[in-house]
C-alpha cells in the first residue's frame, strides 16, 4: 500500500484536472459584466423583498444590459477563435468539419431502472445485460409447433447447402459452441 503525503497527492489532482481531455467549461465573462450580474441579483432580491417598483424597473433595465453585453462578448469571442484559425496548424479544417456536420448528441446510457449509467463498471453491466438480452435464445411459443421448426429448419439446411458465390466452407456446430 502506497501512502502519498497531501502534496502528493494535491499535484497529482491538479495534474489531472490541467491535462483532462475536456477542458471545463466555465464561461469567463469580464468583471464588468460580472458585477452587474451582482447588482441585478441585488436589486432583484429588493424587489422581491419590498415589492417597490423602481428597483424592478432597474432589475429589468440591467437584466437587458447584462443579456447585451453577453451577447456583445461571447460575439466578439467568436470573432477573434475565428481569426486565429490558421490553415497551419489545422484548427481551420477541423473548425469546418465540426461546423460541416450536424451536431447529435449521444444520449448517456441507462440502465434497468432508467438512470443513467455514470461509473465505467455500471456503463459494463449495462451494455453486458443489453448483449445478454439481445443474444438470448428465442423462446416464443411458435417454434414450439413441430411445423414451424420443421420449415425454419429446412430453410436453413437448404440455405447452408447451396452453393455461395465466396466458395466459403459451412460452419459446423462445434465451431460455433467452442468460439
Known amino acids: 500500500?502506497?501512502?502519498?503525503?497531501?502534496?502528493?497527492?494535491l499535484q497529482y489532482f491538479s495534474d489531472i484536472?490541467?491535462?483532462s481531455k475536456y477542458p471545463s467549461n466555465i464561461m469567463e465573462l469580464p468583471i464588468g459584466i460580472r458585477d452587474k450580474?451582482?447588482?441585478?441579483?441585488?436589486?432583484?432580491?429588493?424587489?422581491?423583498?419590498?415589492?417597490?417598483?423602481?428597483?424592478?424597473?432597474?432589475?429589468?433595465?440591467?437584466?437587458?444590459?447584462?443579456?447585451?453585453?453577453?451577447?456583445?462578448?461571447l460575439l466578439q469571442k467568436r470573432a477573434d477563435?475565428?481569426?486565429?484559425?490558421?490553415?497551419d496548424s489545422r484548427s481551420l479544417w477541423r473548425r469546418?468539419?465540426?461546423?460541416?456536420?450536424?451536431?447529435?448528441?449521444?444520449?448517456?446510457l441507462r440502465?434497468?431502472?432508467?438512470?443513467?449509467?455514470?461509473a465505467p463498471i455500471e456503463k459494463a453491466e449495462v451494455l453486458a445485460d443489453s448483449l445478454r438480452k439481445q443474444f438470448e435464445p428465442n423462446?416464443?411459443?411458435?417454434?414450439?409447433?413441430p411445423i414451424v421448426s420443421g420449415k425454419v429448419h429446412e430453410v436453413v439446411e437448404s440455405f447452408a447447402n447451396s452453393p455461395h458465390i465466396n466458395n466459403l466452407s459451412s460452419v459446423?456446430?462445434?465451431?460455433?459452441?467452442?468460439?
Not at 424592478?56 to 456583445?72: G, M, P
Not at 477563435?81 to 490553415?87: D, H, L, R, Y
Not at 469546418?96 to 448517456?108: A, C, E, G, T
Open 96 to 108: 469546418s468539419k465540426l461546423l460541416r456536420k450536424p451536431y447529435s448528441p449521444i444520449p448517456p
Open 81 to 87: 477563435q475565428i481569426a486565429s484559425f490558421t490553415p
Open 111 to 118: 440502465g434497468e431502472t432508467g438512470h443513467p449509467a455514470l
Open 1 to 9: 500500500m502506497v501512502i502519498l503525503s497531501a502534496q502528493d497527492v
Open 172 to 179: 459446423t456446430a462445434s465451431e460455433v459452441s467452442d468460439f
Open 139 to 145: 423462446t416464443d411459443p411458435i417454434f414450439d409447433n
Open 37 to 73: 450580474i451582482h447588482l441585478r441579483n441585488y436589486f432583484r432580491r429588493q424587489w422581491q423583498r419590498t415589492r417597490d417598483p423602481e428597483f424592478r424597473r432597474e432589475f429589468y433595465k440591467i437584466k437587458d444590459e447584462i443579456a447585451a453585453e453577453t451577447k456583445q462578448h
Open 17 to 19: 484536472v490541467q491535462h
